[in-house]
C-alpha cells in the first residue's frame, strides 16, 4: 500500500511548526550535564493519537529529551508543554512512561507490583486489578500473577513494566527503546497493542535506534544527533523531502510514456523493465495512469529513500534541514 | 498526599510481610535478655568460696576483723535502723568467706602461709602485724587479684576496727566508739514542680540509657534497610519508573516513614511482649517497682525517640542517594554513628548537670538533640523554651535533610559507578532545582 501512494496523502497536518497545538511541544531545549551537551536547541511537535519516533544513534541525547518531556529532568533552556499547556506536576498521571532500562521491585508479586504502579497513576484499586487481570491475560502472564517479579524472565518482566505504564490508560504513552530485549512473538503483540492505542486516540512517543521498526510504525519522527534535531516531521513529508525518487516498472506494451519530460527526469530501460528518475514535483500518480494506458503493468514501486538514508544523508549536511517548513 | 500513603504502605508491607521481620521481632527479646543476663551470671559463677587468714598479734582484733569483714555494716544502702549497734549481728554473715585468725605474725609463719597457698589449702592470707598497722599499709597475698569491692570492703572494715580500737584504748566504751563511728549518710532530694521528688539517680539513667538503646537498635537495624533500599531503587532503576508518577521528596518521606513505621511496630510488639513476661518479674524487684516515669517524660521520650530516628535514618537515605554500592555506604556509615556515640558519651554529664552551658547547647545541636534533651528532660525539666528551640530546629534538620536527599536521590538516576566527590553533588544539587 504504502508503495503507491503519494508521500503527501497521509499527512493530516502539514505544517507541524504551525499554530496547532501538539500533546507535545518542546521550543528549543537546552540540556546540559557539566561541559555535556545532551541536548541543544531541539524543538519538536507530536500530534495527538499519532505514534512519533524519537531516532538517532546511542548517546544523541534521546532519553534525556523523553525525560524531560515527563519531568524526570528539567531543561536548562526552552519551554516544554503538553496536552496545551506549560509541563506541570499535574500532568503526571495523564503520561505513562516505559524507561530503557526497566526497573520493578524484584521481591513484590507481578499483580501487587501493577496495582501500586497504577494506584500511584490515581486508579482506584479494584479498578486497577480489574485492568491489570486483563492486561495480564492479553500478555499471556495470568499464570504469573501471584508469582514475584525476581521469578519471571527478563522478556516477561518486560512484559509487566509494558502493562504498568498503559495501565491507567494514559493520553500520552512515552517508550524508550520499547522494543529492545523482546523476542519476535512478543514484538508483534506490542507493536499490535501500540497501534490499537494509537488507534484510540492515545499518542505515543517512542524512542528508537532501529530506523527499521520506525519507519513502519510512525507518523512523525524526529531525527536527532549529538543533540540536535536532524529531522522533524512528518514521516512521509521527509521522504518526499529527501525524494529523489525512483519508481521501478514491469511493463508489456508502449513505452512512450517514458518520453514524458513533465515527469521523468531521467531512465535506465531494459525493455521490459525500467528504472525512472522522476522528475522534481512529479506526481508518481500520473505517472501510473499514463503507463498504465499503454503497456500492461505488472509491477510498479515507488522506491523510497530508507531512513537511515536519510538519516546518513542528513547527518553529512551541516544545519539543520525542515522540509516541510 | 495519595502518593505518599501509597509509597508508606508499600514500604511497609514488603517488610512486615518478611520471615526475617517475624524471626527478629520473636527471637530478639528472647536474645537480649540471653545477652544481658549471661555476663551476670558469668561473673558468679566461677565464685568460689574463699578461704583466707588473718594474720594479727592480737586475736581479739582478728576477730573483729572477721566478723565486720563478713558481715559490713550497710549503712551506705540502708535507710531505717543504722543507729542499731547491733545492726552486723542481724546482717546474714557473708557465705562467699572462710576467715581464720592466726596469732602468729612471723616470718616461719608467713612462709607455712605461702605453701598453703600453694598447696591450694587456702586462699590467701591478710597481714596484719603490729608494724604493718603503725606503717598504716597492709598486704593481702592471694592466688587471684582481689576484686575492686573486696579491696575496698578490707579497708573499710580495717579503718573501722582499728579507730575503734584507738577510740577504746582511749576509755570510750564500746557502745560510744561505735556512735562515734557511725557514718553519716547524704539523702538527696530533688524539686520538681514543687514537690519533694525522691531521687534514685540510678532510676534516671537508666530511663536515659533505655531511650539510648531503642534508639540505636532504631537506628542501625532500620537505617541501613533505609540505605539499602534507596540503593536498591537506584540500582534496579525502578526510580526512574516512580519519578514519572511521584517527586522524589514524596518518594523518600514515603520510605522514611514506611520504614519507620516497621520499626515502630517491632518495637511496639517487644513493649507488649515485655508487658506479658516481664513486668511481673520485675514488679517484684524494689528498684523497679520504685520507678515511677511521669507522663510528661514519655511523651518526651516518644517524642525525641521517633525524631531521632527519623533524622539519623534521613542521614542513612542520605548516603543511600550519593553512593552506588552497599560496601560504600557502609564505609560512610561513620558520619552517623559518630554522632551517635558522642551523645552516649555525653549522658553521664547531663545526668550530673543537665543545666550546663554546654549541656543546653548540645541538646539545641539536632544531632545530639534526640538524647541530649531527652536526658535534660528525664532529670530536671529544662525551660520551655528550650525544648521547643531544640525541637524546632530538629524537625528544620530532618525537614532540610530530606528535601536535600530527594534532590541527591533524583540526579541519582543519571549517574552509574564512581561515587560522586562534593563539588560534584553540589553541582547535581543544582540541576536538580524544581
Known sequence: MASISPPIARSSSPGATSSTAGTVELRNVRKAYGNFVAVDDLSLSIQPGKIYGLLGPNGAGKTSTLRMIIGIIVPDLGQISVFGEPLQRTHKDRFGYLPEERGLYKKMKVLEHLLFLAQLKGLSGPEALKRAQSWCERFELNAWTGKKVEELSKGMQQKVQFIGAILHDPELIVMDEPFSGLDPASTVVLKDVLLELAKRGKTILLSTHGMDQAEKLCHSICLVNHGRAVLEGDLNQIKAGYGSCNVQIKYDGDARFLQESRLVQSCNDYGNYVEVHLAPGADTQELLRLASAGARLSKFEVMEPSLEEIFIAAVSQPAVSQPNA | ?434
Open chain 2, 1 to 434: 498526599m495519595r502518593n505518599l500513603w501509597l509509597i508508606i504502605k508499600r514500604e511497609y508491607l514488603e517488610r512486615v510481610r518478611t520471615r526475617s521481620f517475624l524471626i527478629l521481632t520473636l527471637l530478639l527479646p528472647g536474645i537480649m535478655t540471653v545477652v544481658m543476663l549471661l555476663p551476670a551470671k558469668l561473673a558468679t559463677m566461677g565464685d568460689k568460696v574463699q578461704h583466707l587468714v588473718v594474720v594479727t598479734s592480737t586475736p581479739q582484733f582478728g576477730e573483729m576483723v572477721r566478723q565486720r569483714f563478713l558481715s559490713p555494716s550497710t549503712d551506705t544502702d540502708d535507710d531505717e535502723d543504722a543507729n542499731s549497734g547491733a545492726n552486723a549481728a542481724k546482717q546474714k554473715p557473708d557465705q562467699k568467706y572462710v576467715i581464720d585468725v592466726d596469732a602468729n605474725p612471723t616470718e616461719a609463719e608467713r612462709a607455712v602461709l605461702r605453701d598453703k597457698i600453694n598447696s591450694q589449702a587456702i586462699d590467701g592470707y591478710l597481714w596484719l602485724s603490729e608494724d604493718a598497722i603503725a606503717s598504716g599499709k597492709v598486704t593481702w597475698v592471694s592466688r587471684r587479684m582481689p576484686y575492686f569491692s573486696e579491696r575496698s570492703r578490707l579497708s573499710e572494715t580495717l579503718n573501722q576496727v582499728i579507730q575503734y580500737e584507738r577510740l577504746t584504748k582511749h576509755g570510750l566504751s564500746g557502745d560510744e566508739a561505735e556512735r562515734l563511728l557511725k557514718a553519716i549518710k547524704v539523702e538527696s532530694i530533688r524539686m520538681e514542680r514543687g514537690r519533694e521528688a525522691k531521687d534514685s539517680g540510678g532510676g534516671k539513667l537508666l530511663e536515659v540509657v533505655v531511650m539510648v538503646m531503642l534508639l540505636y537498635m532504631a537506628v542501625l537495624l532500620y537505617g541501613i534497610s533505609v540505605m539499602r533500599s534507596v540503593l536498591e531503587e537506584k540500582n534496579s532503576r525502578i526510580l526512574e519508573v516512580l519519578l514519572s508518577s511521584a517527586t522524589s521528596t514524596e518518594l523518600m518521606a514515603g520510605k522514611l516513614l514506611g520504614v519507620g513505621a516497621v520499626g515502630l511496630t517491632q518495637i511496639l510488639v517487644w513493649v507488649v511482649m515485655a508487658g506479658v513476661f516481664a513486668l511481673p518479674a520485675m514488679a517484684m524487684q524494689p528498684a523497679f517497682s520504685e520507678l515511677q516515669i511521669p507522663p510528661g517524660v514519655l511523651v518526651a521520650f516518644a517524642v525525641f525517640f521517633l525524631l531521632g530516628y527519623l533524622l539519623y535514618s534521613t542521614m542513612y537515605a542520605a548516603i543511600g542517594a550519593i553512593t552506588t554500592t552497599e560496601q560504600e555506604g557502609q564505609q560512610l556509615q561513620f558520619f552517623i554513628i559518630i554522632p551517635l556515640v558522642l551523645s552516649v558519651f555525653m549522658l553521664a554529664p547531663v545526668v550530673r548537670n543537665p543545666d550546663a552551658a554546654t549541656m543546653v547547647w548540645m541538646s539545641m545541636i539536632p544531632f545530639f538533640a534526640p538524647v541530649v534533651m531527652y536526658a535534660r528532660i528525664v532529670v530536671q525539666t529544662p525551660p520551655l523554651w528550650q525544648i521547643a528551640l531544640s525541637l524546632l530546629l530538629l524537625i528544620a534538620t530532618i525537614a532540610g535533610l530530606l528535601v536535600l536527599c530527594a534532590r541527591i536521590y533524583r540526579i541519582g538516576i543519571l549517574i552509574y559507578g564512581k561515587r560522586p566527590n562534593l563539588p560534584e553533588i553540589l553541582k547535581w544539587l543544582k540541576y536538580a532545582k524544581a
